[in-house]
């Protein structure tokens, strides 16, 4: 069974930096898409960010435009999320997921994400 590996989380002071990466066990058949996404305490879970593999096409949160980047190694069968100038507010488990994407439209809504990680904590201290 193909998993999705998180790693990379941990505890920033606010204004800090961390680097997520998700590792797929194997190669996955019928995936567009791969993303990042939390889920803070009493929260429902938001995504944070969405990358069509193929196309290069990205989505962000509008609460993280401009401070995280999500980017990928196709060879290497890897997502990662960078994460800068890190607020309170960013404090969750990041959860990595992929998925099979349609090509154009609104392509990265959370439906379409079928295979999830465990999840990785990051805390940002004020």
């Known amino acids: 069974q193909v998993q999705l590996v998180e790693s990379g989380g941990g505890s920033v002071e606010a204004g800090g930096s961390l680097r997520l990466s998700c590792a797929a066990s194997?190669?996955?058949?019928?995936?567009?898409?791969m993303g990042w996404f939390r889920q803070a305490p009493g929260k429902e879970r938001e995504r944070v960010a969405a990358?069509?593999?193929?196309?290069?096409?990205?989505y962000y949160a509008d609460s993280v435009t401009g401070r995280f980047t999500i980017s990928q190694d196709i060879a290497k069968k890897m997502v990662y999320l960078q994460m800068n100038t890190l607020k309170p507010e960013d404090t969750a488990i990041y959860y990595c997921?992929?998925?099979?994407?349609?090509?154009?439209?609104?392509?990265?809504?959370?439906?379409?994400?079928?295979?999830w990680g465990q999840g990785t904590q990051v805390t940002v201290s004020s």
């Open positions: 194997e190669y996955i058949h019928n995936i567009s898409c």
């Open positions: 990358v069509y593999t193929a196309g290069g096409w990205r």
């Open positions: 997921a992929a998925g099979g994407c349609p090509y154009g439209g609104i392509w990265y809504q959370s439906l379409y994400f079928r295979l």
